[in-house]
């Protein structure tokens, strides 16, 4: 997960303007950010698709992009000569896309398993999984988590067709394989590293592909207010993920973050490591969020923390 709508607030400024069609008082305050102008340098594909738009944002690398939610998730395909990987599924139907993209066979694996990033896991016959309690409890599916995630405030525009809405739930998958921190998956001309990558949540793993220079973080990053408030967050761990992430960035060309923009220069990496260790320290003023939370900015990063939880090292 990355921001609410009553966050988006502090950022529409330097956004780009909503489209015409959706300037209505009835259109959610998030959606008026849309679209973004960062992916008018990147090539579209599949343009008849109703509900997810997606990129090229590398070679064999497809970003599906959920814009129509307010999480405005990113998912990853990852394309070799010999199979793909899904990283992360969204909330709709992202396997009638994953199929139109590639014929190979698709494995998933999850950057971490919030409800927004698994929704679809349970129509795909492979999925990796971290072996962690929290992976496995997830696993199991979820209706209060995912009917949050479809609240009108949380719409922009209309839901996929055929999608219902009052019976939505994560359903169920089954974990077909167990990884950890140094698995790597070999696609035919392609390998992808599991990094372990805890913090956001105990599972949370980035993917690197060493050869093409990309790191793909999850939610361990993306630009937007990076979400670090939750019971299952633990920024002791956080902060030795992103320095983990950190001392890759001389050999990354890109980094692709999981919410709302998917390509980001890996300089951002080390910047990342000195904002949380700054906010964690005191040293960066608060700004009041929604429900108990704070935020706090610094050099263009900015934390969604508990306000008890904030500024304490």
Known sequence: MHFGKALVS?????????????????TPEWCRALPRP??????????????????????????????????????????G?????????????IHRVTTQLTSRPVVVVNSHTH????????????????????TRTNARGSREDAQAEI???????????????????TKPWKISRTIGDGFKINLGGRT??????????????ALLDRENGLLFTGDTYYPAPIWLFRPETDLDAYESSVKKLAMLA?????????HNV???????????????????????????????????TTDGITFLLKAEAAGVH
Request: charged share 15%; hydrophobic share 40%; net charge negative.
């Open 81 to 93: 000569h010999k199979q793909a990987v899904l990283f992360d599924t969204g909330i709709a139907n």
């Open 192 to 205: 992808l590293e599991i990094l372990s990558v805890p913090g956001h949540t105990p599972d949370a793993i």
């Open 115 to 134: 409800n927004d990033h698994v929704g679809g896991n349970w129509q795909f016959t492979f999925v990796y999984g971290m072996d962690t309690e929290f």
């Open 38 to 79: 960062e992916y008018k340098a990147l090539q579209r594909v599949l343009e008849s698709d109703p509900w997810f738009e997606v990129y090229k944002a590398a070679p064999g690398v497809f970003a599906i992009y959920e814009p129509h939610q307010a999480e405005e998730v990113i998912s990853y395909l990852i394309v």
């Open 262 to 296: 998917p390509v980001a220069n890996p300089d951002v990496l080390p910047k990342l490591v000195t904002a949380i260790q700054t906010v964690r320290a005191g040293k960066v003023p608060p700004h009041k969020g929604d429900g108990g939370k704070t935020l706090y």
């Open 151 to 169: 609240t009108p405030d949380q719409i922009c525009g209309n839901l996929p067709k055929g999608f219902e809405a009052r019976t939505y739930a």
């Open 250 to 258: 001389p050999q990354l060309k890109l980094v692709l973050g999981a």
């Open 10 to 26: 502090l950022f529409l400024a330097c956004l780009a303007p909503l489209s015409l069609a959706a300037q209505s008082s009835s």
